[in-house]
Structure formats: structure tokens, C-alpha cells
């Protein structure tokens, strides 16, 4: 399904983030995975997925497993220019997976968010901790 194209923001060590690009595939589709902890983020990318995913740049920060706390991102008075910085520096502090497809941009959590991006469906899908969603 080449006229549907699929960009998942992927960490694959995160298991959310596994069951995103499997169901994706099982979907039929043939995504695009970029490994962002390898390739980084740059600002500009960062404020385009937040824009059209809705969510503002403090939520799309992880703070469980990244350096949040102690570069003192979660205070309220952390801006978002800050914030920006820090995910440009430390990838980590990107919350994942977000997936971006011609139907929009989500952060995938949980995993079968993915389902309202696509416009094929698997009728159901068994995730890694054997959890079955159906459509």
C-alpha cells in the first residue's frame, strides 16, 4: 500500500511501540520506521508533530525512563522553547510511538490509537502480553 503512506516515530525497546509497528504491518501497510533514539529530532519536527497532533510540546515529553525530572521539565515553569531544547539534546525525552499518516498525527498510547490513522484495519490484533484488540 504504497498511496498510503506511514511514519512511525519508534523505539524498540518500548513494547507500546512494538505492537504499534506490528499492527501497522498487519494491516497491510509497509511503514516508514524511524529509529528517533538513532536519528534524533530537530525542533522544527518537534513543532509540526505537536501542531498537528494536537498535543502541546510538554505532552509529547516522557518523563517515566528520561531525564525529565532532572533537567527541571516538569516544573511549571519549564517553556516550551526549554523543553524543545532538551528533546533536540536527549531523544529520550520524546514520549513514543507517534505515528504520522495522511489521516493525521497521534501518539500512540495506547498502541491501538494506530487503528484511527489507517484506513485498513486488522480485525484484531494480539499484542506481545497477549492482550487481543478487535476493531
Known amino acids: 500500500m504504497t498511496a498510503f503512506p506511514v511514519t512511525i516515530y519508534h523505539n524498540p ?23 528517533y533514539l538513532k536519528a534524533g529530532w530537530t525542533r522544527e519536527l518537534l513543532l509540526d508533530l505537536s501542531r498537528r497532533s494536537g498535543l502541546s510540546v510538554r505532552e509529547l515529553m516522557r518523563e517515566k525512563g ?14 516550551d522553547d526549554a523543553i524543545l531544547a532538551a528533546m533536540v539534546e536527549h531523544p529520550i525525552l520524546v514520549n513514543r510511538p507517534i505515528v504520522m499518516t ?12 494506530v ?13 506481545e502480553d497477549g492482550e487481543v484488540v478487535r476493531r
Do not use: I, Q
Open 13 to 35: 525497546k518500548c513494547g507500546t511501540s512494538r505492537n504499534v509497528v506490528a499492527m501497522v504491518e498487519a494491516a497491510g501497510y509497509a511503514p516508514t520506521v524511524v529509529e
Open 66 to 79: 528520561a531525564p525529565a525530572e532532572e533537567l527541571g521539565l516538569l516544573k511549571p515553569e519549564a517553556t
Open 102 to 113: 495522511p489521516k493525521g498525527v497521534a501518539l500512540a498510547r495506547p498502541s491501538e490509537k
Open 115 to 127: 487503528f484511527a490513522l489507517l484506513d485498513n484495519v486488522p480485525e484484531s490484533f494480539t499484542k
